[in-house]
């Protein structure tokens, strides 16, 4: 098992940026995957960015140019850096994780944090 928290949401003007933080807890060392997704009001929840075991990132095209995910195995911890953003990238920000392959390569994480609310206005 392992518990996933978020931090390092905020409110910012477009064109500023941020660094997103997800700290894991528990069983870490067998963790297949780790991802960020976002969640805006309305809309579906949306897969942006991922990392695996050797890794290997992959990225929406949402998030292609603008985010970079990235991983400290040591620290337990996931990182999505966003830069130049957009009021539409106004969303709930979740990290979610998973030990499987066949779930990572879903997107159907079975273990995910509560969310960071990241506000971008114009």
């Known amino acids: 098992q392992v518990a996933l928290v978020e931090s390092g949401g905020s409110s910012v003007q477009a064109g500023g940026s941020l660094r997103l933080s997800c700290a894991a807890f528990?069983?870490?060392?067998?963790?297949?995957?780790m991802a960020w997704f976002r969640q805006a009001p309305g809309k579906e929840r949306e897969e942006l960015a991922r990392v695996g075991s050797d890794g290997t990132t992959t990225y929406a095209d949402s998030a292609k140019g603008r985010f970079s995910i990235s991983q400290d195995k040591a620290k337990s911890s996931l990182y999505l850096q966003m830069n130049s953003l957009k009021p539409e990238d106004t969303a709930m920000y979740y990290c979610?994780?998973?030990?499987?392959?066949?779930?990572?390569?879903?997107?159907?994480?079975?273990?995910w944090g509560r969310g960071n609310q990241v506000t971008v206005s114009s």
């Open positions: 979610a994780a998973d030990y499987r392959i066949f779930y990572c390569d879903r997107g159907d994480y079975n273990y």
């Open positions: 528990g069983y870490t060392d067998s963790l297949y995957c």
